[in-house]
Each structure stands twice: as C-alpha cells, then as structure tokens.
C-alpha cells in the first residue's frame, strides 16, 4: 500500500500514513495549524448550530486546537495535574478502583455468566480517576459518561439530522452544567485547575473550552484504550492465564502493542496556513490533513502525539491501561471473550469495541 499522501473524499482531507511525515506534520505547528482539531467533522446545522449559541457554547483556541501565543500557559497549568509525581500518586487509587468494578464481575463469572467488561468497568472508572486527578467531586458520572459520548459522536461522527439535533441538545446540556460548575469552582477553589487557568487572564469561555475539552478526551480516550486491551486479553486467553506469565511485563508490553496496531485515537487532524509539501506531494494552503497514529508499522510512540500538542495525559493512560490487565489476570476467573465481532465505537479519530462480552473458560454459561 502507498504511503504517499492521498486525498479522502469522504472526509475532504488529505491523508497522511507515513510515520515519518506524520512525525513532520506534527512537529511544525506553525505550518500545520492545529485550528481544526476540534472542528466538526461532519457541519452542524444552522438549526443546531443555533441550539449550542444558546447556552455560549464555544470552543476557542486553548489546548488541543491552540497555535497562539496563549497555548503553553495553559498547557503548563494543566500539566501540572498529570505530571509523573501526580501520576505515582494515584496508583494506589487507579488499582483500587479496578478491583472495586472487577470484583463484582468476578463473582458472576464464577457463578458461570456472561460479562461486559466495558459496562462492568472500562465506561466509569477512567471518568472517575480523571475526576480524582482534577480534585472534582459530586459529579454525575454517568451524566458525565454520556454526555461525552455525544460530544464525540457530534464532533467526529456522521450523525444525520434527527441524531444531530440530539447531540447537540446533549452538548448544549453539557456545556451549560459545565458553565456553572466552572464558576462555582472557581469562587470555592481559589488554588483549583479552573481558578488557575482563570488567574493567566484568559477568558471565562477559554476557561470552559479547556474544560470541555479535558472532560471528554481525559477519559474517553481512555475508556476506549481499556476495552481495547481487555478485548484483546480475553482473544488470548492462552496468554494471560497460563502459569508462566510475567503479568506486569506482559501487561505494558500488550498495552504498546495495542497503542502501535490498534489505539483508541488512529487518526488526528491538522490544517495547512500555507502551500506545501509532505512527502513530494503538493498541499494547498487551507488543506485538511489527516494523520494515521496507529496501524502505520511505527512504535507507539504517535498514539499520543509528538511535539508541543503531544497528549498530556499519556502517562495515567499508560498506567490505567496496564493496571487494567495486571488486575483483571489477578481478579478474574480464566475468561474467553463470548463475541469475536463486537459493536464498535467507529468515529474519523476515536475507535473501541463498545461492548468485550466474555465468559469463564470451562464452566456451562448461563444466558
């Protein structure tokens, strides 16, 4: 297959694949703007449109979409909330709520049922690390899950017009309970995320765009990286439940395995702010690119990005994902996934299986 930058119709963006022009496109911001990053894939209409200016919905340049001069104040406050000291801190808490959704799937797996590990685990326990990391509490989790998810869908999905007008209720929803929760941080954590951000005397709506943007990508991503090392841990059972196994060396070894073949975010974007070149082919200015992460032959490395947009988050998902396999081979019965084609989460940059059904080996299921 040609890995020379080729034209997409069905996303009107040229499509970059090389790992080495992917590495070239995202270390020179200045000529591959990150402007569209957040940009609906498929336009929203002026109805819905009109539904999302209602509640001063926005999303201005602040972190993954941002080539301004404001891009790394902000990135530096928000670094702040997952750096590698943070980060060694929450293990405890990252392992403990593994066992707290595992436990219970355990039990029933014993009792020879099917489980979803997805619904039983990966969908709330990344939301709920994220929201220890940012020092969030009483917050809806799964109003929080599905709000999310609609964002996703609405941003990079193809939702016809009935779904649309649902998605952006839901992330106009989202997004006004995210304007008061903002304020009502900011006035009662005057040393919180919000407050910090507040304090570099950008915008309250730069604010609330940086928070919406944390709060979907900070465990979505996650979520889908989870269930997609778990599906591929229940695909080999032979691996992970014989008496042999390294779990811990393993573990972070399938993590990158998945990160390089199959991550949860395979593709990014970028937009051209002149006339230009990747690999020998002539680009407009104004162009969409589009950028292969995973499935390119390369390391994991571009699963997170490289450069000054590299994902902040990189080290919890790391940890969250191979804590996922270590403590599931430790909790779990010997399990075999019951569904070889499961239902997928399929949007431009954002792919998972949305359910890893799995049953104990050995042992009559009941249905």
Known sequence: MSTVPEYRDDIGAWWVRDPAHVRQ???????????NALTAVHPISPENLRTLSRVGFALPPTLANNATATHAEIRSVVARYFSAGMVKAVEPEVRGVARAHLRPLADRLRAGQHVDLVSGYCAEAPAQILLTMLDLKEVDVAALKRWSADSLELFWGF??????????????????WLDEWVRR???????????SLASLGISHTEVCAAAYFLMVAGHETTTQLVST????????PERWWGTAVDVPTAASALVDDVLSARSSVPTWRRVTTRHTQVGGVDLPAGATVLLQLTDTGADASLAFGVGVHRCLGVRLALLEATIAVEEAVNELPPIRVSEMSPPMLDL???????RVLVEPIGQSVAH
């Open 348 to 354: 431009v940059s954002f792919q998972a299986p949305r």
């Open 185 to 195: 941080d900011i006035r009662d954590h005057s040393e919180g995320l919000f407050a």
């Open 229 to 236: 090392v778990l599906w591929t841990v229940a695909s080999e």
């Open 25 to 35: 496109v995202l270390l020179d911001p200045e000529t591959f703007d990150p402007a």
């Open 159 to 176: 939702p016809g017009e009935r779904r649309q007008r649902a998605l952006a209720a839901s992330a106009s929803e989202f997004y006004a």
